[in-house]
């Protein structure tokens, strides 16, 4: 039996597959491959075969398809051996606890290795979507020795058939090495698993491109070696059911925590200068330390204009994207900062005037936001604040549970400065004279222009930022004592479908309902007040408010923290800022319930009372122009300071405001 040791160790077992009317169907069942209705009899056959079992463990669905494979090498008699390669293997061993092991823990979770100040990441029993500890992967890449994929999969097909079962459609990507796709590769979705049969390869690379100057199927030592990291340069042998290390650091690596590679670091990252940021990605993702050799060539000037000349835009920003979404992004950025490849990643100095001076303190900025940033997420996975209490949300996601959301938010964090120090620039303002595309935001030029992400996602990180500067506005302007009053009077708004799918508003002020004469009481009136104001922030950020809202507070924190940074030290400095700091954050917090509680949240999807059509019959003389436009937001105001107004209601509000129409 396997033994509890620092190696990987292997025992053997034999198992034997009895003869039936249809050999191993069970197979076939578990896997969702279907029995053919013809009537034709499956052959029946014994085997007998000898497994090499490795340490970790293979779901049922796993091990299925690993003894299907292996039946049709062995009864196609092929000589082909199957390798399981790269990211599932990795992910297989990690999720065993021998590789779990001397990865630092604390109460909160595991240590962020990339980080700084290796601050911990917040762990809970349930699933936020903000961790990585589990590691299931679905995706599983084949590796053939002595033929192409497609061909293997003809074989694979051939064996359903003839055992009576229905074949699986087979989709073939042809080469093409602008896209990394150097040889060709055959998917088919087995079961709930895809799998794509590919060639073990070796490639040899031109000086002025990432393409392969010459490709061919290789060894698997071959293979290995040309592999990007030595964490993903192992195999796990179908065959045989051994895991295979050609670099022979591969394991050692994956259970000391750490990202090298398998060559010498400055020949990897030449070979494919994409590959330093899938160093640092990997880091970020699986809290990994970089070798020290690795850290060295990454900070080479020429892997930085390798990375700059030779590889697209688009790749470029697909790993910043993927870097963002990891369990730690501030240690990716991090690493982006200390490895000197911010200014080549991120080009700002190509969307702002030419005059501007360069330095790194927008990258550092935008760092120490996305630290900030982070850690108040992580503090609320601990101890939620009250307007992320499911029974206030409504259903409404939280950031800790929506990674699209948080993805979002990262950006915004780490943009933010840029955009603070844009503003300030007359040049990068808007100009008539300009076309649309030239008065584009410096974001929307950096993201969709330099890291091809899409023009919504611009928009999106543009509308948090924006959204987070009146949320500001808003609060340093008193509106957070107006929603303590909104609290402490117990101002309800709800709305509630009845049969029908009608919506019925209940309005309520200390408990009691709303009537006329109470609509006429100052606090309520002062209410009305703070609601339309505060709508129409929300009626432009939408669902990402939670994410503006956070933005907001922490750029307040971080000032806070630079305005106390010399002005008191020792213990009654920390025991005043940590009360303002707290009081900040109750701020924020009452503002944050009173939106909730006066039916704020969705009133982005909120529909208008009349449409236009419905507008010009009680309008007729309605001229054509912007009138219109003024003539509908009148109506969208009314509502809001009308919950639950009625049409005539309205209808006599616009005729009295807008009589001239008449």
Same mark, same amino acid.
């Given at each position: 039996?396997?033994?509890? !040791?620092?190696?990987? #160790?292997?025992?053997?077992?034999? +198992? ?21 209705? &013809? ?7 014994? =085997? ?19 003894? @299907? ?31 779990? $092991? ?35 992967? +679905? ?40 896209k990394s796709k150097h040889l060709e590769t055959a998917t088919m979705k087995v079961g709930s698993f895809w799998i794509d049969f590919v060639n073990l390869r070796a490639e040899e690379y031109t000086h002025d491109s990432r393409i392969p100057d010459l490709m061919r199927i290789g060894t698997a030592a071959e293979d290995s070696y040309r592999r990007d990291l030595t964490i993903n340069s192992l195999f796990y042998n179908i065959n045989s059911d051994k895991v295979e290390d050609f670099t022979g650091r591969g394991l050692e690596d994956l259970k000391r925590g750490v ?21 640092? #990605? ?20 020429? =892997? ?10 688009? $790749? ?18 991090? @690493? ?30 935008? @760092?120490?936001?996305?630290? *900030? ?8 996975? /601990? ?16 950031? /800790? ?40 935001? =410096?974001? !929307? ?20 930022? &924006? ?50 004469? /109470? ?26 408010? $939670? ?8 750029? *307040? ?31 924020? %917090? ?9 039916? @704020? ?27 219109? #436009? ?5 109506? %969208?105001?009314?509502m809001t300071v009308n919950p639950g107004g009625s049409k005539d209601a309205l209808i006599l509000h616009l005729q009295k405001v807008f009589s001239s129409f008449m």
């Open positions: 039996m396997a033994t509890d !040791s620092r190696e990987l #160790r292997f025992y053997s077992q034999d +198992v034997v597959l009895l003869a039936s009317p249809e050999p191993n169907n069970r197979i076939f069942n578990r896997l969702g491959i279907e029995t053919k209705t &013809n009537g034709k009899k499956a052959k029946s056959r014994e =085997v007998t075969t000898k497994t090499d079992v490795c340490e970790f463990d293979l779901t049922e669905e796993e091990q299925e398809l690993f003894d @299907l494979l292996r039946e049709v090498v062995i009864e196609t008699k092929l000589k082909s051996t199957l390798r399981v390669a790269g990211g599932w293997v990795r992910d297989k061993l990690l999720g065993t606890s021998e590789y779990q $092991r001397g990865r630092k823990e604390t109460k909160y979770g595991t240590i962020r290795l990339t980080s700084k100040f290796h601050k911990a990441i917040p762990h809970t029993g349930y699933n936020t979507g903000f961790d990585e500890n589990e590691h299931h992967p +679905v995706d599983i890449d084949i590796a053939l020795d002595n033929m192409l994929g497609r061909e293997f999969a003809d074989h694979l097909n051939e064996f359903l058939s003839e055992h009576g079962k229905e074949t699986i459609s087979v989709g073939v990507v042809l080469k093409n090495p602008e990202i090298s590679t398998p060559l010498s670091p400055l020949t990897t990252l030449l070979d494919d200068p994409l590959r330093v940021l899938r160093s640092i #990605r990997f880091a970020a993702r699986l809290r990994f330390t970089m070798d020290d050799s690795l850290k060295s060539a990454a900070m080479n000037s020429t =892997v930085r204009e390798a990375l700059d000349q030779k590889v697209s835009r688009e $790749r470029i920003g697909g790993e910043v994207d993927l870097m963002l979404r990891s369990p730690d992004p501030v240690g990716a950025m991090r @690493l982006l900062i200390n490895l000197n490849l911010a200014q080549t990643v991120f080009p700002i100095h190509r969307v702002l005037p030419k005059q501007y001076p360069g330095g790194i303190f927008i990258f550092t900025n935008g @760092l120490n936001m996305l630290d *900030s940033t982070f850690d108040y997420l992580c503090e609320n996975i /601990v101890n939620r604040p009250v307007w992320c209490d499911s029974e206030i949300e409504n259903g409404e996601r939280t950031l /800790v549970c929506d990674d699209e959301a948080r993805r979002l938010l990262w950006y915004a964090a780490y943009f933010s400065p840029l955009s603070d120090y844009a503003s300030l620039l007359d040049e990068t303002k808007a100009n008539p004279k300009r076309g649309k595309k030239q008065n584009r935001s =410096v974001i !929307s030029k950096l993201l969709v222009d330099h890291l091809k992400q899409p023009s919504r996602d611009a928009e999106n990180v543009e509308k948090i930022i &924006n959204a987070a500067a009146d949320f500001s506005r808003l609060i340093q302007n008193g509106f957070d004592l107006s929603a303590q009053s909104i609290l402490l009077s117990g101002i309800k708004i709800k709305e509630t479908k009845l049969d029908g799918g009608k919506i019925r508003t209940i309005c309520k002020m200390g408990g009691k309902n709303v009537t006329s004469k /109470v609509a006429k009481d100052p606090i309520w009136d002062h209410a009305m007040e703070f609601r339309l104001l505060t709508s129409k922030v929300l009626e432009r950020i939408g669902p990402l408010w $939670r994410a503006a809202l956070v933005l907001s507070l922490v750029q *307040s924190l971080v000032t806070l923290k630079d305005d106390f940074e010399y002005t008191i030290e020792g213990d009654v400095f920390e025991e005043s800022q940590d009360e303002i700091r707290q009081g900040l954050i109750q701020q924020y %917090d009452t503002f944050a319930v009173a939106l909730q509680k006066i039916g @704020l949240i969705g009133i982005w999807d909120r529909k208008p009372i009349m449409d236009g059509r419905e507008v010009k019959k009680v309008l007729p003389k309605i001229p054509k122009g912007p009138i219109f #436009r003024e003539i509908m937001d009148e109506q %969208d105001s009314w």
